[in-house]
């Protein structure tokens, strides 16, 4: 056999570390293109989104001169006067368009405004009566389609029996856009308004509402309950087969599709209890007992991380036992109980399936005043307006979606915010 000289084995180990090396540049360039993939990705939808919605933030406004006909509008009851017709026959007049003995021009005319422009006009009889016999600006949005080609979204290009409008109300939009009755600003009604059947009306104000009021149900009932039972659990609950199963039933319990608990509360709180259907007060007990399970888990992984010698030390001193863990345990834990329990709010927030059962599709819209009226959610409207008819809501859908995005947004800083106070706190 041949020798192994120490030059041999300095080979030996050079090549070695040098293979070494090179699995461990491979991993960090795995890792490396595992995050830029994922990233990308992120990018990808938010770009998706961004594209697809930007466009609901901004909105076109229609003034037009009316003359308030004393033949035609009633001072008494100025909301029963067709100020629809009206305004589109002066209109017409205008371009010097005759009308046809069926009013179709009318018609096509009409469509261009939205179903807002009576309620502007009614309203504003009604505050000045003196008006009627004068002519008056007055401002509504356009209609939906209307408002999609002034953004660029409907074609000229496209064939006519593919658009709702035809070639002559693109022309008198394009006239009246010439003649600078047309103005483009910031839809304010988007966050003002709730929802709508008329997509230039919906706004998100009535989902964001009915989701804070079910966010604060859910906190209400599960921090505190998650919270005290992890405690129990790793403080308190002596070791043993019903300590275990319990455990092994929250930890089942968080890997239960959501849809299951929609269920749960469509049997036990509106078809047992009698809850009022589709209010935020259902809602915020199905979320809850969605999130007990994610917050005992995260606050048990909390209480665990503790060191041992604390609870050792404040034993050592004379404190009980419950002292030792409100005063000492759980306030080094709260930072991660805390991320704990605004991570499971966040995730509460985006579910769809439980509210879908409890009645949170139905169209509401009205803006919620209390946990106990129906209302719609973020999620929810999100799904409404993408299986919609009128294109006009799907733009709408993604600005819903990125308004959604930004409340999460916030509750994770709020979970940062909090964590960080508490550690320079204890």
């Not at 709730?194 to 859910?218: C, F, H, N, R, Y």
């Not at 979320?287 to 995260?298: K, R, V």
């Not at 041992?308 to 834990?333: C, D, W, Y």
């Not at 009205?366 to 999100?382: K, N, Q, W």
Request: proline share 6%; charged share 15%.
């Amino acid at each position: 056999m041949t020798d192994v000289t120490p030059e041999m084995r300095a080979d030996r180990l050079r090549a070695g570390l040098k293979r070494r090396y090179a699995r461990e540049g491979r991993f960090k360039l795995y890792g490396l293109l595992a995050i830029g993939v994922a990233v990308g990705f992120l990018l990808l939808l938010l770009g998706r989104i961004i594209e697809q919605g930007h466009t609901a933030f901004y909105t076109h406004t229609l003034t037009v001169p009316v003359y308030m006909d004393p033949g035609r509008v009633d001072v008494a009851y100025p909301q029963g006067t067709n100020f629809e017709q009206l305004v589109a026959e002066q209109q017409l007049a205008r371009f010097g368009v005759a009308d046809d003995a069926g009013g179709t021009k009318a018609a096509a005319m009409r469509g261009l405004f939205s179903s807002e422009l009576k309620f502007v006009a009614a309203a504003r009889v009604a505050r000045q009566p003196g008006l009627i016999g004068q002519t008056l600006p007055i401002a509504a949005p356009v209609s939906d389609d209307a408002d999609l080609y002034l953004k660029g979204e409907i074609s000229r290009s496209t064939p006519a029996d593919q658009r709702r409008l035809s070639d002559e109300q693109l022309d008198w939009l394009d006239r009246m856009k010439a003649d600078g009755l047309v103005a483009a600003h910031f839809n304010s009604g988007l966050f003002t308004k709730g929802d709508s059947t008329e997509p230039e009306l919906a706004g998100v104000l009535g989902a964001v509402i009915g989701s804070a009021l079910m966010l604060l149900v859910t906190a209400a009932i599960a921090i505190p309950l998650g919270v005290g039972a992890a405690l129990y659990l790793e403080e308190f609950a002596p070791r043993g087969r019903i300590t275990d199963l319990i455990e092994v039933n929250i930890n089942n319990l968080a890997a239960v599709p959501s849809i299951i608990y929609g269920l749960l509360g469509l049997a036990l709180f509106i078809n047992w209890m009698h809850l009022p259907r589709a209010s935020p007060l259902v809602g915020g007990l199905v979320l809850a007992l969605m999130a007990l399970p994610t917050i005992i888990i995260a606050t048990r992984s909390s209480l665990k991380a503790v060191p041992p010698s604390i609870r050792e030390a404040a034993l050592a001193m004379g404190a009980s036992k419950t002292q030792t863990v409100f005063q000492h345990t759980l306030p080094l834990a709260m930072p991660g109980v805390m991320t704990g329990a605004i991570i499971s709010m966040a995730h509460a927030l985006g579910e769809t399936a439980p509210l879908l059962l409890i009645g949170m599709v139905s169209f509401i819209p009205g803006i919620p005043t209390s946990i106990g009226e129906p209302t719609g959610a973020l999620p929810s409207l999100v799904y409404i307006w993408e299986n919609a008819s009128e294109r006009a809501f799907h733009e709408r859908t993604a600005a819903a979606i990125l308004v959604l995005l930004a409340f999460m947004i916030v509750m994770n800083a709020a979970a940062i915010f909090l964590r960080r106070r508490f550690e320079r706190r204890w």
